[in-house]
């Protein structure tokens, strides 16, 4: 082994850092690690580390003094002040040249501040997303940088080497120039909140409609992971619902309290959204389904005097209700149909929200290359998003992917089944927000006229906010009340006249 020192450090040693520590030692590239509770170093090394080629330091300053200039330094610590607190301390420590990573889940406008503030100091900061939880952090995690363009320069050999592989090759490319790796990180996670909400919707309708039971409901989702859907979501989705509590010998589901947790990645991309008037409304279907869930008390309490109701029939009436006279494959085959369908309009929505924010930032995304980066080592890595990559290489100026038209036939081939589990839900008393969303998205988009006439005739009548005309250019408001009101509704550059 040579005596010179490594460039790469790692700062957090909790269960990303450590993993992608290995991962990086593993692809060849030396690193010291330094964690703030040195008892978890300690163990690290004596532990995990143990015969690899990561070295440990007990303070800051002696981990910057381990590493040779310009040092490449990731952080894998909780996101929000702790980012901050870290950078406060190391930054003092630090050359002009030095390039600082921050892995975490960090908001997109944080990464800019503090990208600015390094900047300053000569020190070059690049907000990276990583994706694919502890295990793609050790084999191969999906790696969203973004900042400035040299510095990935630098860090690109490592980064494809540590990055997972597939068919398209190592999943990371220059996300661009800003907080605009952290912005698609944040989208990765509230695609992943929608995905999650309608596998688990579709879960419901077996279970409530249908009757089933978890082991049975795997065994779809296990098939439905061979065909058009497959996916590490539903791969998870089927082991997950196969397995057994030791201590109760029931499916594991069955004795999980239905409350889900939120972090911040959702709550941030529906705010991004509504910012950029990009709607991602099964975005923000899951992510308020989660919220929703988190009031059980409350739902309790309401599920003893909120009538629901009552369901036609059985499994039996379900079942036809689902799949007409094809029987339990009918109803099967629609239910994929449905989760495939609202997944499309979900991504469609995902996928706009990064062309908004991309326009408005003036991040020039690739968002070909984004998917391309998403179709290995992340949670949402699916064989639909080769779909996506080919669409926009395709068209980089596609407005919407529902308008690419594969996706369009697609969408079309699969859109009735989403209308009969919407209807076999609403008929069992099953909330399905965000496949219903995922509709309303689609049948939103395809209207020529929407009712939004009837909205700016009642905003213009009681706020004077004015309305266009279909038949003439101009902006107008109509004198609503009064004897006063003119015949015609009247130009408001001539209102002042009237
Ligand atoms: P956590 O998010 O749980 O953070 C724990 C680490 O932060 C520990 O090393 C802890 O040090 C350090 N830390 C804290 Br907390 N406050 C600190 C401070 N003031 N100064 C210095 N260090 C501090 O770890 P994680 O789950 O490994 O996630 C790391 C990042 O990666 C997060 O931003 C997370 O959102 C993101 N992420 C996580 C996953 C996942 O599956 N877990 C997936 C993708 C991205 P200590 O040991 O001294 O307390």
Same mark, same amino acid.
């Given at each position: 082994?040579?005596?010179?020192?490594?460039?790469?450090?790692?700062?957090?040693?909790?269960?990303?850092?450590?993993? #992608?520590?290995?991962?990086?030692?593993?692809?060849?590239?030396? #690193?010291?690690?330094?964690?703030?509770?040195?008892?978890?170093?300690?163990?690290?090394?004596?532990?995990?580390?143990?015969?690899?080629?990561?070295?440990?330091?007990?303070?800051?300053?002696?981990?910057?003094?381990?590493?040779?200039?310009?040092?490449?330094? $990731?952080?894998?610590?909780?996101?929000?002040?702790?980012?901050?607190?870290?950078?406060?301390?190391?930054?003092? #420590? #630090?050359?002009?040249?030095? $390039?600082?990573?921050?892995?975490?889940?960090?908001?997109?406008?944080?990464?800019?501040?503090?990208?600015?503030?390094?900047?300053?100091?000569? $020190?070059?900061?690049?907000?990276?997303?990583?994706?694919?939880?502890?295990?793609?952090?050790?084999?191969?995690?999906?790696?969203?940088p973004g900042g400035p363009r040299e510095a990935y320069d630098v860090l690109e050999p490592m980064l494809m080497a540590i990055a997972a592989k597939t068919r398209y090759g190592p999943c990371v490319t220059y996300i661009g120039p800003g907080?605009?790796?952290?912005?698609?990180?944040?989208?990765?996670?509230?695609?992943?909140?929608?995905?999650?909400?309608?596998?688990?919707?579709?879960?419901? $309708?077996?279970?409530?409609?249908?009757?089933?039971?978890?082991?049975e409901i795997a065994e779809v989702f296990a098939r439905w992971n061979g065909g058009k859907l497959a996916s590490y979501l539903i791969e998870v989705t089927a082991e997950v619902l196969r397995f057994v509590d030791e201590e109760t010998g029931r499916p594991i589901v069955d004795v999980i309290l239905d409350a889900a947790e939120q972090k911040g990645t959702g709550r941030w991309t529906i705010e991004s959204a509504m910012e950029l008037s990009s709607p991602v409304p099964t975005i923000d279907a899951a992510v308020t389904a989660r919220n929703l869930s988190g009031l059980r008390a409350l739902r309790v309490e309401a599920s003893e005097v909120l009538i629901g109701p009552t369901p036609p029939g059985g499994a039996d009436e379900a079942r036809a209700m689902l799949g007409g006279d094809s029987g339990a494959d009918g109803a099967f085959a629609a239910l994929e149909s449905s989760l495939y369908f609202s997944k499309v309009s979900s991504y469609a929505q995902g996928m706009s929200l990064l062309a908004a924010a991309s326009i408005t930032y003036d991040w020039k995304l690739n968002l070909s290359e984004i998917a391309r980066i998403w179709t290995g080592g992340c949670i949402i890595r699916a064989d639909f998003l080769a779909d996506i990559m080919r669409a926009y290489r395709d068209n980089p100026k596609l407005t919407n992917l529902l308008l690419d038209a594969d996706i369009a036939r697609q969408s079309d081939e699969t859109v009735g089944g989403a209308r009969r589990s919407i209807v076999a839900a609403r008929s069992w008393g099953i909330p399905v927000p965000g496949t219903s969303s995922a509709l309303d998205y689609f049948d939103t988009l395809r209207q020529i006229s929407l009712p939004a006439n009837l909205v700016q005739a009642q905003r213009d009548y009681f706020g004077a906010h004015t309305y266009l005309r279909t038949d003439r250019d101009g902006i107008f408001h109509t004198l609503w009340h009064g004897a006063e009101q003119p015949a015609e509704p009247v130009p408001v550059q001539e209102l002042a006249d009237v």
């Open positions: 082994m040579s005596d010179a020192k490594p460039h790469v450090g790692l700062i957090g040693l909790a269960v990303m850092g450590e993993n #992608l520590a290995l991962n990086i030692a593993r692809n060849g590239f030396p #690193l010291v690690v330094y964690n703030r509770t040195t008892l978890r170093t300690e163990e690290y090394l004596a532990g995990p580390a143990a015969n690899t080629s990561i070295t440990g330091a007990a303070t800051l300053p002696e981990f910057v003094a381990a590493l040779e200039p310009p040092r490449q330094i $990731i952080l894998m610590v909780k996101a929000g002040v702790p980012v901050d607190a870290v950078l406060t301390e190391l930054v003092p #420590l #630090l050359d002009p040249g030095d $390039i600082v990573v921050d892995g975490g889940n960090s908001y997109f406008r944080d990464t800019e501040r503090r990208e600015a503030e390094l900047a300053r100091q000569g $020190i070059r900061y690049v907000g990276m997303g990583v994706s694919g939880g502890e295990l793609g952090a050790l084999w191969g995690p999906s790696l969203m907080g605009s790796g952290h912005y698609v990180k944040m989208i990765h996670n509230g695609i992943e909140y929608g995905d999650m909400q309608l596998i688990a919707e579709t879960y419901d $309708i077996m279970r409530t409609a249908l009757g089933m039971s978890a082991p």
